[in-house]
T-cell receptor
Framework: AQSVTQPDIHITVSEGASLELRCNYS??????LFWYVQSPGQGLQLLLK??????LVQGIKGFEAEFKRSQSSFNLRKPSVHWSDAAEYFC??????????????FGKGTKLSVKP | DAGITQSPRHKVTETGTPVTLRCHQT?????MYWYRQDPGHGLRLIHY???????DKGEVSDGYSVSRSKTEDFLLTLESATSSQTSVYFC????????????FGPGTRLTVT
């Protein structure tokens, strides 16, 4: 079955430090991959997506992610974290259900805290 | 913004009462979704719709029903609310021609006492 694993429940980084959030997926075909961010009390905002082509994708707010097929990973990175990046981050894979529709399968999320 | 609103934004209800949550979109998109979000579980799909009167079940559909009589509105009903349905509910729409790409509403926080 399709699944997404985010191994880190909570990460704390210092402001200005680099960030990498891990995401591993299980899916037999070429995946469609997404990262979403959720600030407290808010809905989910799409950060970036991978459909095909260049394995390094750029997103909003200075984030990027790299698709590595050999490792079944799609890790999110940012070279310098700002205090406003404190939020929860969700990785998702688009998965065909074998019927008429494909849906998103979400990981359980990684909460990012930023130290001054 | 994707033009998605949810109402109400907050609701407290008692066990056994029916509850209906509304999702409204201004984008005229065909696909709409209802998710619930619980700590430690991420987002889980409840039901989705692929057109007016066309709906299907998701991963956690027990205890929920949906209806879509107009393109712009997707209703989620808890027939008889239980405490296990205390959660934050999100509606989403998907973008035509962009597989799986979804945009989310602001959410409804539901507490069942």
């Amino acid at each position: 079955a399709q699944s997404v694993t985010q191994p880190d429940i909570h990460i704390t980084v210092s402001e200005g430090a680099s960030l990498e959030l891990r995401c591993n997926y299980s899916y037999g075909a070429t995946p469609y991959l997404f990262w979403y961010v959720q600030s407290p009390g808010q809905g989910l905002q799409l950060l970036l997506k991978y459909f095909s082509g260049d394995t390094l994708v750029q997103g909003i707010k200075g984030f990027e992610a790299e698709f590595k097929r050999s490792q079944s990973s799609f890790n999110l990175r940012k070279p310098s974290v700002h205090w406003s990046d404190a939020a929860e981050y969700f990785c998702a894979v688009g998965a065909w259900d074998g019927g008429s529709q494909g849906n998103l399968i979400f990981g359980k999320g990684t909460k990012l805290s930023v130290k001054p | 913004d994707a033009g998605i609103t949810q109402s109400p934004r907050h609701k407290v209800t008692e066990t056994g009462t029916p509850v209906t949550l509304r999702c409204h979109q201004t984008e005229n998109h065909r696909y709409m979704y209802w998710y619930r979000q619980d700590p430690g579980h991420g987002l889980r799909l409840i039901h989705y719709s692929y057109g007016v009167k066309d709906t299907d079940k998701g991963e956690v559909s027990d205890g929920y029903s949906v209806s879509r009589s107009k393109t712009e509105d997707f209703l989620l009903t808890l027939e008889s609310a239980t405490s296990s349905q205390t959660s934050v509910y999100f509606c989403a729409i998907s973008v035509p021609g962009q597989p799986y790409e979804q945009y989310f509403g602001p959410g409804t926080r539901l507490t069942v006492t």
